[in-house]
T-cell receptor, first 114, second 114 residues
Framework: DTEVTQTPKHLVMGMTNKKSLKCEQH?????MYWYKQKAKKPPELMFV???????INESVPSRFSPECPNSSLLNLHLHALQPEDSALYLC?????????????FGPGTRLLVL | AQSVTQLDSQVPVFEEAPVELRCNYS??????LFWYVQYPNQGLQLLLK??????LVKGINGFEAEFNKSQTSFHLRKPSVHISDTAEYFC????????????FGQGTRLTINP
């Protein structure tokens, strides 16, 4: 089973709201990722967690706050977002940070900020 | 710095025709290369990957790619396409920086016409 699940599928929020995106995998993977994808663009890396510790933050604004409560779960907390943050947010996981490095992606959460 | 260039932003082909989607990379170190497909309103799915060994890599859905070190290319091919192959295709290179980091090309939109 190579499934990464993400909830919710769609989210509409105002600029003053607080919401969270959730990502889950049960493949025993120890690295998890958040990507942001704008329309007709490739995914852009936001954060990498390795063994539940944040290892890469690609200079993402603090209104995005990641959290990895355990090895199967990854959250992205959203607060005071801007309309330009509207995008598809993709979660991915991989076995680790060694040679066998296929990332498996979830279906994404489509976020609209009004 | 490692980077990926996908030479065609759009490729229209007729059903049952062959197709080649081009990808060139630049890297000063050993590379790990991937092709992902994204169907409309979905996440990314791995088509195939090159880590080492045979330069001809076979993937899912009848796709294959050839790693060419001298030309720094990793072109994706399929001998006969179907309507269901209509999607966005991304070439990616894996940068090992303590934690793996995928860098994507800009994507190629493959449109299959009946």
């Amino acid at each position: 089973d190579t499934e990464v699940t993400q909830t919710p599928k769609h989210l509409v929020m105002g600029m003053t709201n607080k919401k969270s995106l959730k990502c889950e995998q049960h493949m025993g993977h120890r690295a998890m990722y958040w990507y942001k994808q704008k329309a007709k663009k490739p995914p852009e890396l936001m954060f990498v967690y390795s063994y539940e510790k944040l290892s890469i933050n690609e200079s993402v604004p603090s209104r995005f706050s990641p959290e990895c409560p355990n090895s199967s779960l990854l959250n992205l907390h959203l607060h005071a977002l801007q309309p330009e943050d509207s995008a598809l947010y993709l979660c991915a996981s991989s076995q680790g940070v060694g040679r066998s490095l296929t990332q498996y992606f979830g279906p994404g959460t489509r976020l609209l900020v009004l | 710095a490692q980077s990926v260039t996908q030479l065609d932003s759009q490729v229209p082909v007729f059903e049952e025709a062959p197709v080649e989607l081009r990808c060139n990379y630049s890297s000063s170190v050993s590379v790990y290369l991937f092709w992902y497909v994204q169907y409309p309103n979905q996440g990314l799915q791995l088509l195939l990957k090159y880590l080492s060994g045979s330069t001809l890599v076979k993937g899912i859905n009848g796709f294959e790619a050839e790693f060419n070190k001298s030309q720094t290319s990793f072109h994706l091919r399929k001998p006969s396409v179907h309507i269901s192959d209509t999607a966005e295709y991304f070439c990616a290179v894996n940068i090992i920086q303590g934690a793996q980091k995928l860098v994507f090309g800009q994507g190629t939109r493959l449109t299959i016409n009946p």
